[in-house]
């Protein structure tokens, strides 16, 4: 199968140990692009020169709703630098978290709103974290969306909705505002009723799968890290879903994150903008 891993952290520590094993299964699997994304900017600046290391590996610089209480302006000049890099394709991990609340509300929103700007102004779409936060994402990110017209400058969506954990409606809402939705390899867990309905519902154009390694295992390694390599996972559970084959749902949902990252793979599976 042909599959991009749209959003995972590769960089982490969690993977110091055997990270060339790792990439090695992951290509083995079919996997011709990842995403691995920064968390803050000393996070990001790893992301990046993982990126810059291996052909099949492309970035996103940002500040994770966890970590805006300790972002300073400085670090988000320098972030909206730093997304300008070739090879930092996504303006991430940024949103909203008020599950956990590890930063105060107020300033996630804050950083949220800059980071925003950063990604207009830069002209790259955003990696979304929301949690239990939707009904102060959805104004925000309406509001942004018709600023920007719907889509980036150069017609690309907005953005992707990453670790996507609310209903039907509230998954197209998020389509209709220019971004499409991420189905995290969580979808193979029997609980995960909500997820496997929006993989359901959803028109695959609107789909890209993730791991969001090393967190999230499927069903089949619930208990251990996960990894890009299990993306394949989520999508045979996309295609159950649907009733169509795996190779279709990984071939479309691969062709979705090409178009929102902005880039091609050629010969060799070296990412190509």
């Not at 509300?105 to 002209?123: F, I, K, S, Y």
């Not at 929301?130 to 102060?136: H, M, Q």
Request: aromatic share 4%; hydrophobic share 40%; glycine share 8%.
């Amino acid at each position: 199968m042909r599959l991009i891993d749209t959003h995972c952290h590769i960089h982490d520590r969690a993977f110091d140990g055997d990270r060339d094993a790792m990439l090695d299964r992951a290509r083995q699997a079919g996997l011709e692009l990842m995403v691995t994304l920064g968390s803050n900017l000393a996070d990001s600046h790893a992301a990046l020169a993982l990126a810059e290391r291996e052909r099949d590996v492309v970035a996103a610089a940002g500040v994770h709703p966890h970590d805006a209480a300790e972002a300073t302006d400085a670090d988000l000049d320098a972030l909206e630098e730093l997304a300008s890099h070739q090879r930092v394709a996504l303006v991430g991990e940024i949103g909203l978290d008020f599950y956990r609340k590890l930063s105060p509300r107020d300033r996630q929103l804050a950083v949220l709103r800059r980071q925003l700007e950063t990604a207009g102004r830069v002209g790259k779409p955003v990696a979304v974290h929301t949690r239990e936060a939707d009904e102060d994402m959805m104004p925000l990110l309406s509001a942004w969306s018709r600023e920007m017209g719907g889509a980036l400058p150069d017609g690309r969506p907005l953005g992707v909705m990453h670790y996507f954990s609310a209903d039907v409606a509230t998954a197209r809402r998020y389509v209709e505002l220019g971004f499409v939705i991420s189905i995290h390899t969580s979808v193979t867990h029997p609980k995960a009723t909500l997820l496997a309905e929006v993989a359901r519902e959803i028109p695959l154009e609107h789909l890209v799968l993730e791991t969001d390694s090393p967190y999230g295992a499927p069903q089949r390694y619930r208990g251990k890290r996960n990894e890009p390599a299990y993306v394949a996972e989520a999508a045979t559970r996309v295609a159950e879903l649907k009733g169509q084959q795996p190779a279709l749902v990984a071939e479309e949902t691969a062709r979705n994150a090409q178009r929102v990252l902005g880039v091609g793979v050629a010969a060799g599976g070296r990412a190509t903008w």
